[in-house]
Structure formats: structure tokens, C-alpha cells
């Protein structure tokens, strides 16, 4: 008999406990601010609805922008995103614990801004475009996305940037862009004039409507910087 119960008590425990893993993963990236329209399919839904400042996404969920419209996405730690008119993008990766930062986003058009805090976790932050994917951590940068061409420029730190088609990549460290291309060409980066910078830096506030994001789940937060890692401006290349 006492076997059975304590057999019945794991049981509960872990479903409890699965519980609050799920609800705390549902709440790890939230909607802070919109501006114009902005709509949410959220999965398994094919219906788009309007997006509403503190809304969560999780896990297959889509988002877009209207003409003149734009986002701002936040997670726990402060880190976020911001998409400009026109853009698309769905969620592909979502796991935010105190054992690692996982976040994988697919872009299909449009424009896209990511500010991502280092962290003492393991962390991995991606982003898919039709040509190109983007690895970051702990940095700031820059995305277009028009038809078959993806642009990037890093604001801080340093991107991974890697042609999908033909596996070429570069580092493309702080104020530098490079461009991706469908025939597997990626240009090497070039530094930008400060006019050039500008236009990749102007334009991106939506004026956040919703209040801080709180974590659903009380303990203790992660210490963050907001430093980008130490590297030179040099450009690096690799072809596999």
C-alpha cells in the first residue's frame, strides 16, 4: 500500500511540475508595443487576429506587419525584437530556462531589429532567411529581407552570417554589412559611412504600450550585461 502511494505522490509531483514548465515557457516572449497593423497567428490557429500589447508567443507561432506598421517583442531578460513594415517571421525555436537561452526565428521579408543581453546561461539566438541564416550572442543587428536577398548589418559585437545555398559565411563584426544572395554568393563585409549607418539604425520605435514584462514564475534572474563581446573590426571569411 505504501508503495502505491508513493508511487501515486511522483506521479503528481512531476505532472506538477511539467505544469509549471509549460506555463513558464508560454510566457517567455511577449509583445510590448504595436504601432499600425499587426497581426498574430497563434498555432495551431490559421486564423490571423490582431496582435494586442502583452500578448505571448510561443512555439509556431507567426507574425506580421502591415504598410507602415511595426512590433516590439521583449523577452524576460530585456532582450527583444522589433520588426519594421512589411515583415513576416515565425517561431520556430523557444526554450528560456536557467539551464540555456534557445530562441530560433524564422524571417521571410521584411525588416528586423535584435538587441540580445549576454548571459551566463548557454545561449543560441538565430535567424533564418530565405538565403541566409544569422547567429548572435550578446549583440545588436540588423536585418532586410526583400525577395531572395538578405542584408545585414552589425551594430555591435559580431553575427555569423552563412549562405544557406552554398555554406559560405562571414563574421561580420560591429559596423560592417554584408549581403546574401539565392545564386550562394555573400558579399564580404564593408564598413558603412555614418549616413549609411544611420539609415540602419533610424526608425525603429514603436513606444512600448505594455507594462515591464514580469516572469511568471518567481526566482532568481539571471544576471545580464549589456557589453558586446570583445572583438576587432577585421573581416573573416571561411568557405565549407
Given at each position: ?55 505571448e508567443l510561443n512555439q509556431r507561432d507567426e507574425l506580421k506587419t502591415g504598410l507602415d506598421s511595426k512590433v516590439a517583442l521583449e523577452f524576460p531578460d530585456r532582450s527583444g525584437i522589433t520588426l519594421k513594415s512589411n515583415s ?71 553575427v555569423d552570417f552563412i549562405n544557406t545555398i552554398s555554406n559560405k559565411s562571414y563574421t561580420v563584426v560591429e559596423g560592417m554589412m554584408s549581403i546574401s544572395n ?59
Amino acid at each position: 500500500m505504501k508503495t502505491i502511494k508513493f508511487i501515486a505522490f511522483f506521479i503528481l509531483f512531476f505532472f506538477l511540475l511539467s505544469q509549471t514548465m509549460t506555463f513558464a515557457q508560454e510566457s517567455v516572449l511577449r509583445v510590448t508595443g504595436t504601432s499600425g497593423t499587426v497581426l498574430i497567428k497563434i498555432y495551431p490557429s490559421t486564423e490571423w487576429k490582431d496582435a494586442t500589447a502583452g500578448q505571448e508567443l510561443n512555439q509556431r507561432d507567426e507574425l506580421k506587419t502591415g504598410l507602415d506598421s511595426k512590433v516590439a517583442l521583449e523577452f524576460p531578460d530585456r532582450s527583444g525584437i522589433t520588426l519594421k513594415s512589411n515583415s513576416e517571421i515565425s517561431i520556430e525555436e523557444l526554450v528560456w530556462d536557467n539551464m540555456a537561452h534557445k530562441v530560433g526565428i524564422n524571417m521571410n521579408s521584411g525588416e528586423l531589429r535584435t538587441i540580445i543581453k549576454k548571459v551566463n546561461t548557454p545561449s543560441e539566438f538565430k535567424v533564418k532567411t530565405p538565403t541566409a541564416i544569422c547567429g548572435a550572442r550578446g549583440t545588436i543587428f540588423y536585418l532586410r529581407v526583400l525577395a531572395y536577398i538578405t542584408s545585414l548589418f552589425a551594430g555591435e559585437g559580431y553575427v555569423d552570417f552563412i549562405n544557406t545555398i552554398s555554406n559560405k559565411s562571414y563574421t561580420v563584426v560591429e559596423g560592417m554589412m554584408s549581403i546574401s544572395n539565392i545564386d550562394g554568393t555573400i558579399s564580404e563585409p564593408v564598413r558603412l559611412s555614418d549616413p549609411e549607418i544611420e539609415g540602419w539604425l533610424s526608425g525603429w520605435e514603436v513606444g512600448a504600450v505594455a507594462e515591464p514584462y514580469e516572469p511568471p514564475v518567481a526566482g532568481e534572474e539571471a544576471r545580464t550585461e549589456t557589453i558586446a563581446p570583445e572583438v576587432t573590426p577585421e573581416r573573416t571569411a571561411s568557405d565549407t
